[in-house]
């Protein structure tokens, strides 16, 4: 179990911090208490955000000096979109956030031996309970279609859940209707189920492995698409000695080999073979952008670019923030985005908003990916061949289509960092994409210029990736191992490098 201290410095003794570290430090089943004040051989906001992704645990104190502290408000936001469980510590009701005031708190009680034994006590509590939640994690992703529609038919093999719900998951978050077992054990009744399942379907999708060919309800299936006729594509999860019964009936049939394309091939070539079959109409008629030409006049102005998000997380994001300062930087004109989500005419909107914008800012998230108006915003923008740039705090939340594309790591305590990285990869996505070349504008051409900017951004964070501090100063990593060379040469350098990260000297 590992524990995060989430407070406001002012708190540190009224809370007696040092000695609820120590105490959660002695318990036998806690391999780690994260603490700011105990780790200070890293920076601030390195710690912040590598600790809370790896802790089990966050521990917000509550108080009416955490109330006021920006860190703090940050620390437990993150937490949140990451889903990690919160204990509000408190000793006034009212200064829990109302935002998590619905968690399991605990009130701060001075006998503090008291204390520790139930705060360990809820610990444990919470971490079983957290585990219970994640043995759900496999439960099934969407509710089987049942209507007149057409739909797709999936035949699986129980022990490949952890394969196949996603793809479910991801068929029907691009409009494509399934009907599948949702991991119910079948039973001489459900037999009857499934095969009048299979026989008002228009395709059924057979998941294939080691798993699925020794699966008898599997080849059962199998067996009764071929003898009925219906329509059938294999899917092949993993690379396996076909036994010859499935040879025979499978043998001269096409299918999709899953395991040797990437997800986003994967899903360009399997949606591009259901929809026409399931959404006929979406084939025949997809959103079209009116692509609005710009003038020389428009064209020097700079890049529009066009954020898309869902409105759960404008806080998270810090969207306004984002945006102003995204447009206060060289080469870009206008930064679009909608502060409520767009219900009357949806083809209007694409083309007032993409059809001035030369490139789309996805910020993706949990409830970005549930977002019918963000997913039809990214959908509409891949199908006119508008430029996407993923800007993620976890890549697993970037759609399956756009993984393989340039993304930006959404850093939530640095934004100055996370808006020179989006700046410099625009312009770089931007160049692999334009048949002309598009010149990235450069504010920094001295090397003292480069060194001044450099300590700027080191001052703010304190530890900076090298990657993203070469994005900044729009050169390539390479360039910028050219440089520190160069500035050796010259004269002291004011920062060391420490594998993949730059500290101040």
Not at 85 to 104: A, G, H, W
Not at 327 to 338: C, D, R, T, W
Not at 345 to 371: P, Q, T
Request: charge should be neutral; aromatic fraction near 10%; hydrophobic fraction near 40%.
């Amino acid at each position: 179990m590992r524990i995060y201290l989430s407070y406001a410095s002012v708190d540190s003794e009224s809370f007696q911090i040092h000695r609820i570290f120590d105490a959660l430090g002695k318990v036998k089943e806690i391999e780690k208490v994260y603490c700011w004040e105990n780790d200070t051989h890293i920076d601030f906001v390195t710690f912040m955000a590598d600790s809370i992704r790896d802790a089990d645990i966050i521990l917000v104190f509550c108080s009416e000096g955490s109330s006021k502290s920006e860190a703090v408000k940050k620390e437990w936001m993150m937490a949140t979109y990451l889903n990690k469980p919160i204990v509000p510590i408190f000793k006034k009701n009212d200064d829990v956030p109302p935002l998590l005031r619905p968690q399991i708190g605990m009130q701060y009680n001075e006998n503090f031996d008291k204390f520790i034994s139930d705060l360990i006590k809820l610990l444990f509590l919470l971490i079983s309970r957290n585990q219970e939640i994640q043995k759900k994690v496999l439960e099934p992703p969407v509710e089987s279609y049942h209507g007149s529609e057409p739909y797709a038919y999936v035949s699986y093999s129980h022990k490949d859940k952890e394969i196949v719900y996603p793809i479910i998951q991801e068929l029907a978050r691009n409009g494509i209707r399934i009907w599948y077992d949702e991991g119910i054990i079948p039973t001489n009744e459900w037999q009857s189920v499934i095969a009048d399942a299979l026989q008002k379907s228009s395709i059924c999708l057979c998941f294939l492995s080691r798993n699925a060919v020794e699966s008898r309800f599997v080849g059962n299936e199998i067996n009764f698409v071929i003898s009925h006729n219906i329509k059938i594509l294999p899917i092949y999860l993993e690379k396996f000695v076909m036994p010859a019964q499935y040879e025979l009936l499978l043998g001269n049939i096409q299918g999709l080999i899953k395991h040797v394309f990437e997800d986003k091939i994967f899903f360009e070539k399997l949606l591009g073979f259901l929809n026409p079959l399931l959404n006929p109409k979406m084939e025949e008629e997809p959103i079209k952008i009116a692509k609005k030409q710009k003038s020389a006049e428009e064209k020097e102005k700079g890049i529009i670019a066009f954020i898309s998000y869902s409105h759960k997380d404008g806080e998270l994001f810090q969207i306004p923030e984002i945006a102003e300062k995204l447009k206060k930087l060289p080469g870009i004109s206008e930064v679009l985005y909608s502060e409520k989500n767009v219900v009357d005419d949806f083809v209007e909107y694409m083309n007032k908003m993409l059809g001035a914008a030369d490139i789309m800012l996805l910020f993706c998230s949990a409830n970005s990916r549930e977002s019918k108006f963000v997913n039809r915003e990214w959908q509409a923008a891949y199908a006119n061949d508008v430029p996407i740039l993923p800007v993620f705090l976890e890549k697993k939340e970037i759609p399956f289509l756009l993984r393989s594309i340039d993304g930006v790591l959404f850093k939530p305590f640095n934004t100055d960092i996370t808006v020179q990285s989006i700046h410099a990869t625009i312009f770089k996505k931007l160049r692999k994409q334009s048949p002309k070349p598009v010149a990235t504008p450069q504010v920094v051409l001295s090397e003292t210029e480069m060194l001044d900017k450099l300590n700027t951004l080191l001052a703010m964070a304190q530890e900076i990736y090298i990657d993203d501090i070469a994005n900044a100063l729009g050169i390539t990593r390479a360039e910028f191992f050219n440089k520190l060379a160069l500035w050796g040469k010259k004269s002291r350098i004011p920062f060391k490098i420490n594998k993949d990260v730059i500290l101040p000297s």
